[in-house]
């Protein structure tokens, strides 16, 4: 018999979240080209997942309806189908505005929908187009570090957790179900300290 045959592997930390210096943040947000009807779309998509931490199943799933610009909120439908209030930062509501003043019209083609981003054609934004966006954008900004969708998302939290703002807070933000999913952001922090 293995006389190690019951002792239990230890329990492997979860992987650390990839993120993004402020300045590959500014890069990546400067990235799309405003005088366009997709760019500016892409810019205001980018402030957004920035601003305000969401999933990018989120962010594409926005409806018109759950921007609220005059508070400065998005009302989001996260897992679970829990809904949460997040809070929009002055440049999102910019860049939400010009969009939606400026561009959304023209790339629905005359159609109704009342999804917030649309594609060149009209249509809703998918996870998958955002994603192909995300990649050459990236290579625009010169960021060699290998993204995944959730690194805006990471890089949010960071910025959060770096000017002080408590882990409770940011995990209601976030969308957590606990302060457990949100500590692996606190971890992430102290690597880089």
């Not at 210096?21 to 500014?26: G, K, L, R």
């Not at 921007?67 to 999102?92: F, Q, T, W």
């Not at 990649?135 to 960021?143: D, E, L, M, N």
Request: glycine share 6%; hydrophobic share 40%; proline share 4%.
């Amino acid at each position: 018999d293995d006389p190690c045959a019951d002792i239990e592997a230890p329990k492997l930390p979860r992987s650390l979240p990839k993120s993004l210096s402020e300045a590959e943040v500014e890069s990546l947000l400067g990235a799309p080209d405003e005088a366009s009807d997709l760019g500016l779309r892409d810019k205001a998509m980018l402030e957004t997942l920035y601003a305000s931490g969401l999933r990018v199943s989120e962010l594409v799933g926005l409806k018109v309806q759950q921007v609220s610009l005059d508070m400065g909120v998005v009302r989001v439908l996260g897992k679970g189908s829990k809904e949460r209030l997040v809070p929009l930062g002055e440049e999102a509501i910019e860049w939400l505005q010009h969009y939606l003043n400026e561009a959304r019209a023209k790339l629905l083609h005359g159609q109704t929908s009342d999804a917030l981003f649309q594609t060149a054609r009209g249509a809703a934004m998918t996870r998958q187009a955002f994603w192909h966006n995300l990649k050459r954008y990236t290579r625009v900004a010169g960021i060699e570090t290998h993204l995944s969708p959730h690194t805006l998302r990471h890089a949010a939290a960071m910025a959060l957790l770096q000017r002080g703002v408590d882990l409770s807070v940011i995990a209601l933000w976030l969308g957590h179900e606990s302060t457990e999913t949100t500590e692996v952001y606190l971890h992430a922090d102290m690597r880089l300290k």
